[in-house]
């Protein structure tokens, strides 16, 4: 029974880490169970199988993409101290993983967004929850840094988590559509540049 149990994780795990690498590329609407079954050499009922349904597939693909990102990026820069170094440390974390992105076609998350901004549904109100959560993980960091006098309590915290989003987004696109190859390290100066007090 154990064993049946274990194949079935390591099959279903197969499946989202090829649909992952599939959907960077088509985006999540251009994911396939014909495409996936083909890659996989498995049937297309083996591999809509261990989700139920295509949708579901997607979510696990998608769920799968930001997981990744929260162990490339918000993991590592959990050891620094909250505030300052940890949004420091986040910062470096961020702009390794936009210059050397798993995925083929740089930030799931930022492709992902742009696909699902207006289409309603489980997989825009995932991603939805996501942002936010990151978007709050990165205010609370600022937010503690204002209060240890490390950023200027004047500054919008709001804004600045949006100016590290943007610079980040920016980064993606350039990396991703003009093969700039110092995009990164431009966003790693700059994303520094406007988090000192």
Wanted: glycine share 10%; net charge negative; proline share 4%.
């Amino acid at each position: 029974m154990r064993k049946s149990v274990d194949e079935a994780r390591r099959t279903r795990d197969r499946i989202v880490s090829t649909a992952v690498m599939q959907a960077s590329s088509t985006g999540l609407s251009g994911l396939t169970i014909g495409s996936l079954a083909e890659a996989l050499g498995m049937s297309k009922a083996g591999v809509v199988g261990p989700f139920g349904s295509r949708a579901e597939l997607q979510l696990a693909a998608l769920t799968r993409a930001v997981d990744m990102f929260i162990e490339a990026v918000v993991t590592p820069g959990l050891g620094a101290d909250p505030g300052a170094a940890r949004l420091n440390a986040v910062i470096d974390r961020w702009c390794d993983y936009l210059a050397d992105s798993p995925f083929p076609n740089g930030c799931f998350v930022t492709a992902a967004s742009c696909e699902l901004d207006g289409r309603p549904g489980e997989l825009r109100s995932y991603l939805r929850e996501t942002v936010l959560r990151w978007r709050a993980f990165l205010r609370e960091q600022i937010v503690v840094a204002q209060a240890a006098g490390d950023i200027g309590a004047g500054v919008d915290a709001d804004g600045l988590v949006s100016g590290l989003i943007g610079i980040a987004m920016a980064a993606n696109q350039e990396i991703q559509l003009l093969d700039d190859d110092t995009a990164a390290e431009r966003a790693r100066g700059l994303m520094h540049a406007v988090v000192r007090p």
